[in-house]
């Protein structure tokens, strides 16, 4: 976590600073010219004949307060014939005229302007559509989860979805004030045009020279402060991380209870202070400087232009209307200099957006490329597993750890059994899952079904033969419904097996028992939403999991399961469990002996390896390991609650439930 004085720098920060020329180039190509180019890819998105309509009516935006000039300057120039010859005289009518068509064209200027803003609403609207599906389908591409437990790739994301989590600065906006651009150059290049014609042609080439340095100024200011942006996302996370904490209900118990309000609301401060103070030196550094310079650098180059104006007019070269028009580009254009607000914050936030969500895409490849993510070569074959799923000499390491949590792992899960797998917090059995699932893919070693290496098989196909409740299953803010045929999301829902796997998880009576039965929201965020409590929770997924047994999963898995079941309904969970699991196979990760004695088969595992495997009975009596932890845990229920190590012979008095539900 990071603090004052210990910032925490990102990829971009860890770059080194270009040393040469080419260096400068090439970064320069990287931060402005290729984001650029990824913007103006995304326009065609938007419909061909609207982007052509939005650029055509900003050029002419952008050229009739030009003409708007050269009518009042000629308002300016009909003004003294218009005095000396009085109303009704033609130089009267002549500036009435003029004036009329100015006022014409103010007009044309405001309703086009309007139209503009909705036309560029409708683009923004379009293309911020397309790219959010992109980006969604993006981020629930990769087909492991490596990528998305790695820091770097959470930095990315962090970025790439920033300008899409607000309602500004998204791409698509960028995407308008890229076309507004067409705007500000076709009239700085009109105004040159008039400055060169009117006034002489290299004082028009200083007036562009002029505000070309003013607009580098400032949009190249822009992107290097953008730099700090990225330096800092790691800052801005935890600052953002800690004030949701006090916005969430869960965290607001312990909160209270550790007493943690206090240090809560300086750490908070502390972070965001540092974050604002680093970006206040940066734009400091960033603006100032080249700011003064460059002001000095163009009010020479301007004033300039206007004393050359002056003298032509004084010696007779120039009109008064030459005179009028040309100090009027020359101020209009070095007013071109500036910052554009209708494009380069969009842009520049966008460009960040694209890059970032460009690398996401790029290290999703790698990943796909590195977890043997290509098309699937092998059918998996009906009724599998048949024989058995095993683990074949599997090594494995976390991307970016240097140990192993599985060294040279061998083990069998028979087919039609339930197998119980043991060890110590952090011996792998979560691990375990992941890779039978191909959430990660062995580093060394294969996992095999039925002999076929799984990583033949198309990863989505595959994990539709499981049916899996992790410890950290998801609560979705969806209906109780919803919550329980997500179990099988690829077959359409089914009312009646939902209702009869909440009824085998025991949970159907008290979901019926709410204000909208089924269709309640498990959310309290939602008008007549209910909160469950944790042991509710945990029998959801259990639906989840019974749910997608019934659309056809083959293989159940079972990470902890009932750690929020009272004993008791633990007891009866299992009972049931292995009643209606029979003839399946199964995975069963738990601490409680009371579970775990009752699989077919166990297996413990310790330093990344097997180390016994039996059944219950067995591996007690050969006074292991297995024995050890079951002595243990035995000796803490001692004389009270014996049933979690004891289960048998509670077994005998409790007999299974004949609701047919999990729990009492
Ligand atoms: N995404 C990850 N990146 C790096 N290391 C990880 C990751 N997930 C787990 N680990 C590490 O791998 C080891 C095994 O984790 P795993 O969750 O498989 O253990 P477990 O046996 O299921 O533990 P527990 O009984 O506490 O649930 C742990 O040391 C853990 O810190």
Same mark, same amino acid.
Request: hydrophobic share 45%; net charge positive.
């Given at each position: 976590?990071?603090?004052?004085?210990?910032?925490?720098?990102?990829?971009?920060?860890? /770059?080194?600073?270009?040393?040469?020329?080419?260096?400068?180039?090439?970064?320069?190509?990287?931060?402005?010219?290729?984001?650029?180019?990824?913007?103006?890819?995304?326009?065609?998105?938007?419909?061909?004949?609207?982007?052509?309509?939005?650029?055509?009516?900003?050029?002419?935006?952008?050229?009739?307060?030009?003409?708007?000039?050269?009518?009042?300057?000629?308002?300016?120039?009909?003004?003294?014939?218009?005095?000396?010859?009085?109303?009704?005289?033609?130089?009267?009518?002549?500036?009435?005229?003029?004036?009329?068509?100015?006022?014409?064209?103010?007009?044309?200027?405001?309703?086009?302007?309007?139209?503009?803003?909705?036309?560029?609403?409708?683009?923004?609207?379009?293309?911020?559509?397309?790219?959010r599906?992109?980006?969604m389908?993006?981020l629930l591409?990769?087909?492991?989860?490596?990528?998305l437990?790695? @820091?770097?790739?959470?930095?990315?994301?962090?970025?790439?979805v920033?300008?899409f989590d607000?309602?500004?600065?998204?791409?698509?906006?960028?995407?308008?004030?890229?076309?507004?651009?067409?705007?500000?150059?076709?009239?700085?290049? !009109?105004?040159?045009?008039?400055?060169?014609?009117?006034?002489?042609?290299?004082?028009?080439?200083?007036?562009?020279?002029?505000?070309?340095?003013?607009?580098?100024?400032?949009?190249?200011?822009?992107?290097?402060?953008?730099?700090?942006?990225?330096?800092?996302?790691?800052?801005?996370?935890?600052?953002e991380y800690l004030h949701r904490l006090t916005t969430i209900d869960v965290p607001a118990k312990e909160i209270r209870l550790?007493?943690?309000?206090?240090?809560?609301?300086?750490?908070?401060?502390?972070?965001?202070?540092?974050?604002?103070?680093?970006?206040?030196?940066?734009?400091?550094?960033?603006?100032?400087?080249?700011?003064?310079?460059?002001?000095?650098?163009?009010?020479?180059?301007?004033?300039?232009?206007?004393?050359?104006?002056?003298?032509?007019?004084?010696?007779? @070269?120039?009109?008064?209307?030459?005179?009028?028009?040309?100090? @009027?580009?020359?101020?209009?254009?070095?007013?071109?200099?500036?910052?554009?607000?209708? !494009?380069?914050?969009?842009?520049?936030?966008?460009?960040?957006?694209?890059?970032?969500?460009?690398?996401?895409?790029?290290?999703?490849?790698?990943?796909?490329?590195?977890?043997?993510?290509?098309?699937?070569?092998?059918?998996?074959?009906?009724?599998?597993?048949?024989? !058995?799923?095993?683990?074949?000499?599997?090594?494995? /390491?976390?991307?970016?750890?240097?140990?192993?949590?599985?060294?040279?792992?061998?083990?069998?899960?028979?087919?039609?059994?339930?197998?119980?797998?043991?060890?110590?917090?952090?011996?792998?059995?979560?691990?375990?899952?992941?890779?039978?699932?191909?959430?990660?893919?062995?580093?060394?070693?294969?996992?095999?079904?039925?002999?076929?290496?799984?990583?033949?098989?198309?990863?989505?196909?595959?994990? /539709?033969?499981?049916?899996v409740i992790f410890q950290d299953f998801v609560r979705y803010e969806l209906t109780a419904a919803e919550n329980i045929a997500l179990g099988a999301s690829?077959?359409?829902p089914d009312r009646?097996v939902v209702l009869?796997a909440a009824q085998?998880a025991g949970i159907a009576q008290a979901l019926l028992a709410l204000p909208d039965g089924l269709d309640t929201p498990l959310s309290r965020a939602y008008p007549g939403g209910t909160e469950l409590s944790g042991g509710e929770w945990q029998r959801m997924a259990i639906a989840r999991a019974l749910y997608a047994?019934?659309?056809?999963?083959?293989?159940?898995?079972?990470?902890?399961p009932?750690a929020a079941l009272?004993?008791?309904?633990?007891?009866?969970?299992?009972?049931?469990?292995?009643?209606?699991?029979?003839?399946?196979?199964?995975?069963?990760?738990?601490?409680?002996?009371?579970?775990?004695?009752?699989?077919?088969?166990?297996?413990?595992?310790?330093?990344?390896?097997?180390?016994?495997?039996?059944?219950?009975?067995?591996?007690?009596?050969?006074?292991?390991?297995?024995?050890?932890?079951?002595?243990?845990?035995?000796?803490?229920?001692?004389?009270?609650?014996?049933?979690?190590?004891?289960?048998?012979?509670?077994?005998?008095?409790?007999?299974?439930?004949?609701?047919?539900?999990v729990g009492?």
């Amino acid at each position: 976590m990071s603090s004052e004085g210990g910032w925490h720098t990102s990829g971009a920060a860890r /770059r080194p600073r270009p040393s040469s020329l080419r260096d400068t180039w090439g970064r320069w190509v990287d931060e402005a010219v290729r984001p650029r180019l990824r913007i103006a890819r995304l326009l065609p998105s938007g419909g061909p004949g609207l982007v052509l309509l939005l650029a055509i009516l900003n050029i002419v935006l952008g050229l009739l307060p030009v003409a708007f000039l050269i009518l009042t300057s000629m308002v300016v120039g009909h003004v003294p014939a218009a005095v000396d010859g009085g109303v009704g005289s033609t130089g009267w009518d002549r500036l009435m005229r003029v004036f009329l068509c100015a006022a014409g064209l103010f007009l044309l200027i405001q309703v086009l302007g309007q139209l503009g803003n909705g036309l560029g609403q409708w683009l923004r609207r379009r293309v911020d559509g397309v790219l959010r599906d992109e980006a969604m389908a993006l981020l629930l591409r990769p087909v492991g989860i490596g990528p998305l437990e790695d @820091q770097r790739t959470l930095d990315e994301l962090s970025e790439a979805v920033r300008s899409f989590d607000r309602d500004w600065g998204t791409p698509g906006q960028a995407c308008v004030g890229t076309l507004a651009l067409l705007a500000r150059y076709s009239q700085l290049l !009109a105004l040159v045009v008039i400055i060169g014609a009117m006034v002489a042609w290299p004082a028009g080439l200083a007036v562009a020279m002029t505000t070309m340095l003013f607009r580098y100024g400032q949009r190249g200011g822009l992107r290097k402060y953008n730099r700090v942006w990225q330096e800092v996302v790691r800052s801005e996370r935890e600052a953002e991380y800690l004030h949701r904490l006090t916005t969430i209900d869960v965290p607001a118990k312990e909160i209270r209870l550790f007493g943690l309000s206090e240090w809560l609301a300086d750490r908070y401060t502390t972070v965001s202070l540092a974050v604002q103070e680093r970006r206040a030196r940066a734009r400091r550094r960033v603006y100032l400087t080249p700011y003064l310079l460059l002001t000095s650098i163009g009010l020479l180059l301007a004033g300039g232009t206007l004393v050359l104006a002056g003298y032509l007019a004084a010696t007779g @070269q120039v009109s008064l209307t030459a005179l009028a028009l040309g100090i @009027q580009a020359v101020i209009l254009a070095i007013s071109l200099g500036g910052y554009y607000p209708e !494009a380069d914050t969009s842009t520049q936030m966008a460009m960040l957006s694209l890059s970032a969500l460009r690398r996401l895409r790029d290290r999703f490849d790698e990943s796909a490329a590195e977890h043997r993510c290509g098309p699937a070569r092998v059918t998996i074959p009906a009724g599998t597993p048949r024989s !058995a799923l095993t683990f074949d000499r599997v090594v494995f /390491r976390y991307p970016g750890s240097r140990s192993a949590v599985l060294d040279g792992i061998d083990l069998e899960l028979p087919a039609g059994r339930c197998t119980a797998v043991v060890g110590v917090n952090g011996a792998g059995k979560t691990t375990l899952v992941k890779l039978l699932t191909r959430l990660y893919e062995p580093t060394h070693g294969s996992v095999r079904a039925d002999g076929l290496d799984i990583a033949a098989f198309d990863p989505v196909l595959w994990r /539709r033969q499981f049916a899996v409740i992790f410890q950290d299953f998801v609560r979705y803010e969806l209906t109780a419904a919803e919550n329980i045929a997500l179990g099988a999301s690829h077959v359409p829902p089914d009312r009646a097996v939902v209702l009869r796997a909440a009824q085998r998880a025991g949970i159907a009576q008290a979901l019926l028992a709410l204000p909208d039965g089924l269709d309640t929201p498990l959310s309290r965020a939602y008008p007549g939403g209910t909160e469950l409590s944790g042991g509710e929770w945990q029998r959801m997924a259990i639906a989840r999991a019974l749910y997608a047994v019934e659309a056809g999963a083959r293989v159940l898995v079972l990470d902890e399961p009932t750690a929020a079941l009272d004993v008791r309904a633990e007891v009866t969970f299992f009972d049931r469990f292995l009643e209606l699991t029979q003839g399946a196979t199964s995975l069963l990760i738990s601490h409680r002996f009371s579970s775990v004695r009752r699989a077919d088969h166990i297996v413990v595992v310790d330093g990344g390896r097997v180390v016994e495997r039996g059944p219950h009975d067995e591996l007690v009596a050969a006074g292991g390991h297995y024995a050890q932890l079951f002595t243990l845990q035995a000796q803490q229920f001692a004389g009270g609650l014996d049933i979690a190590a004891g289960g048998g012979a509670n077994q005998g008095r409790r007999p299974v439930d004949l609701r047919g539900e999990v729990g009492g």
